[in-house]
């Protein structure tokens, strides 16, 4: 058995083995793709994610990776078939992590069947976070957007966006930041001002693999909740993404701990696709691998 970094040659066999792991959801490990072709593109792309190989001769099989993201590392594996997992899992972790260092922690999301994942995750010394559940609107139940529709972000709602942010999303890493940004053409912030305040925005992003476009994040102030806003900016956000970008779906995901969201996604039209769990583990600052 022998471990190494990812060679070009490799790809093809490493986007099979990905596929073949992530049709059965005992082995998926989800956002790391589910169509062979999807994969090896996102595999070949200049920031792909950082992947280490098991062969047991010429026989590829297993496969880890991982992208880094403001200093964490969302794990991607590990892919192994046909061989001893917990054996060629490890193997393939410690061969990952020597490649990436410098990172506060890692996060891995494993589909909720996959009970081998997560038992070589919290052998790691990962913990266990929340069920979460994945939507997804095919391109073919866009609704009509009823009402006037959200308009796109401008500089001048940017500290109105920040104050509801850290309202709605306190508890979170995930930023804002980067979809402020109006040089990025795989994003876009759309948002709702009343009498010069910020009191609703949607935040979305075009991906490769899968191919779809993506809800990363949606905020609606308390004061006008339940008059339509979240559908509306779903629906401007969802529009976006497949009728200008081309995306044949969208997607998001929904947290146990924000399950009240759920009926505004069922009636937007979207249905649920899979449900995961998250893994994390976290270094102290000074002591970062």
């Known amino acids: 058995m022998s471990v190494t970094p990812i060679h070009p040659a490799d790809l093809s066999d490493v986007a099979r083995l990905i596929a073949k792991q992530n049709a059965n959801p005992e082995t998926q490990c989800l956002y790391s793709g589910e169509r062979a072709e999807e994969i090896e593109a996102a595999l070949r792309k200049q920031t792909a994610p950082?992947?280490?190989?098991?062969?047991?001769?010429?026989?590829?099989?297993?496969?880890?990776?991982?992208?880094?993201?403001?200093?964490?590392?969302?794990?991607?594996g590990p892919f192994v078939d046909g061989a001893d997992f917990d054996a060629v899992a490890d193997a393939l972790w410690s061969a990952l992590q020597m490649q990436?260092?410098?990172?506060?922690?890692?996060?891995?999301?494993?589909?909720?069947?996959?009970?081998?994942?997560?038992?070589?995750?919290?052998?790691?010394?990962?913990?266990?976070?929340?069920t979460a559940q994945i939507y997804v609107l095919p391109a073919s139940a866009l609704q009509p957007i009823e009402g006037e529709p959200a308009r796109r972000f401008t500089p001048e709602c940017a500290a109105g966006v920040r104050a509801l942010h850290e309202l709605a999303f306190a508890d979170s890493p995930d930023s804002i930041e980067p979809f402020m940004n109006g040089d990025d053409e795989t994003r876009c912030l759309f948002v709702?001002?009343?009498k010069g305040r910020c009191v609703g925005y949607v935040a979305a992003s075009v991906n490769d693999n899968p191919r779809?476009?993506?809800?990363?994040?949606?905020?609606?102030d308390a004061s006008v909740r339940n008059r339509g806003y979240g559908r509306r900016l779903l629906l401007t956000a969802a529009h976006w993404l497949i009728r200008e970008r081309g995306m044949p779906q969208v997607?998001?995901?929904?947290?146990?701990?924000r399950a009240d969201a759920r009926g505004l996604y069922q009636r937007s039209?979207?249905?649920?696709?899979?449900?995961?769990?998250?893994?994390?583990?976290?270094?102290?600052?000074?002591k970062r691998r």
């Open 212 to 220: 779809e476009g993506s809800i990363d994040l949606l905020a609606v």
């Open 192 to 194: 709702y001002v009343d």
């Open 100 to 130: 990436i260092a410098s990172l506060t922690g890692w996060e891995a999301f494993l589909h909720v069947r996959n009970e081998r994942g997560a038992a070589f995750y919290l052998r790691q010394g990962f913990r266990r976070g929340q």
């Open 50 to 76: 950082c992947y280490v190989v098991v062969r047991e001769g010429r026989t590829l099989i297993g496969a880890m990776g991982c992208e880094v993201e403001e200093e964490r590392g969302y794990l991607q």
């Open 251 to 257: 997607g998001l995901t929904v947290r146990d701990m």
């Open 269 to 286: 039209g979207f249905r649920l696709l899979h449900t995961g769990v998250g893994y994390a583990r976290e270094f102290p600052t000074n």
